[in-house]
């Protein structure tokens, strides 16, 4: 592996240990406010912290040229305002459930979104794999130890943090039908901004909240906002210039490990062995259907 590719996989692990303890802040976060307000206020923080990135000019271009015509300008706003609305969807749902559920057992169940975006895309006849099913069988597997009781019941925060995964499938795919169209950083910022006016505007009908609960919510706030939102987004998009896409596929995957870590280690949440079953089942789910094509049908795995 050359220095390039170990510094990039470096970066891409300092991501997922980010994103990996947001869960943990997010936790603490519902102690002190409601799921939208929580959510309005962080993500307003990661737009914020991407707005200097922005007004960097690049190539001698002006940083307010959108390098489209005004119809394209348009497509990439409505896009991005889409995005930011599944984001909403997604987020909402993972805040609310969060609050029932443990953070480790929402990083996992969250991670479900890697499996569910291959089948999302064949409603747009994309061709899937082995790899697809192999994965999602092994995932279903795993919810079930992780979720499902003895009773065949399932928490209501499990159940509100799977369906949060189907929204956060569906931005994905908005992404990487965005991405190479309009600026990544541009669009990042718009569908952040997005997500925090749909946040707020929900806050305002469902929630109440003082002074006093947002200064108790200040330190998990601003590590969901500047940290996970704003620092790791950055953090991904330089290691992605380089890092090789199996790489990137594994490492980010570990997020939802360090989010049971962060339980562990911060919530003191303990995970039963059949939970923990469960989680093994759902990451090699996750892995193996990002990475069927470079193990089994041959293509390199070598970074650089």
């Known amino acids: 592996m050359n220095k390039h590719a170990l510094r990039s996989d470096g970066i891409l692990l300092s991501t997922a240990l980010i994103w990996g303890f947001a869960f943990v802040a997010q936790r603490v976060g519902m102690e002190y406010l409601g799921p939208f307000l929580f959510n ?3 993500f307003a923080l990661g737009c914020l912290v ?3 990135l922005i007004a960097i000019p690049k190539r001698g271009r002006s940083p307010l040229s959108w390098e489209l015509d005004s119809g394209g300008r348009k497509a990439a706003v409505r896009g991005s305002l889409l995005a930011g609305m ?3 969807g997604g987020a909402s749902l993972q805040q609310a459930g ?3 559920t443990t953070a480790g057992k929402a990083g996992f169940i969250t991670g479900l979104y890697v ?7 064949l409603f747009w006849r994309q061709r899937t794999n082995a790899g697809t099913w192999t994965g999602a069988v092994l995932a279903a597997a795993g919810l079930y130890f992780l979720s499902v009781t003895e009773q065949l019941t399932i928490s209501s925060g499990d159940f509100l943090v799977f369906i949060g995964a189907f929204f956060f499938a569906g931005h994905v795919i908005a992404i990487g039908w965005l991405s190479p169209r309009m600026d990544s950083l541009r669009l990042a910022c718009i569908q952040y901004a997005a997500c925090s006016l749909f946040s707020l505007i929900a806050a305002a009908f469902v929630e109440t909240a003082s002074l006093e609960n947002l200064r108790g919510a200040l330190p998990a706030i601003l590590y969901g906002g500047v940290m996970s939102v704003g620092v790791a987004y950055t953090l ?3 290691a992605q210039r380089s890092a090789h896409p199996a790489h990137a596929a594994i490492i980010l995957s570990l997020e939802s490990v360090f989010a049971a870590l962060g339980g562990w280690l911060l919530l003191k949440e303990i ?3 059949r939970q923990f079953l469960g989680c093994v089942l759902m990451l090699s789910g996750m892995l193996i259907s990002q990475l069927w094509v470079y193990l089994i049908e041959g293509r390199s795995l070598k970074g650089g």
């Open 98 to 100: 969060i609050v029932y």
């Open 236 to 238: 991904q998009v330089v």
């Open 40 to 42: 309005g206020v962080r």
């Open 86 to 88: 599944l984001l909403f």
């Open 115 to 121: 499996v569910i975006v291959p089948f999302l895309g």
């Open 271 to 273: 995970l039963s062995f």
């Open 50 to 52: 991407l707005l200097p």
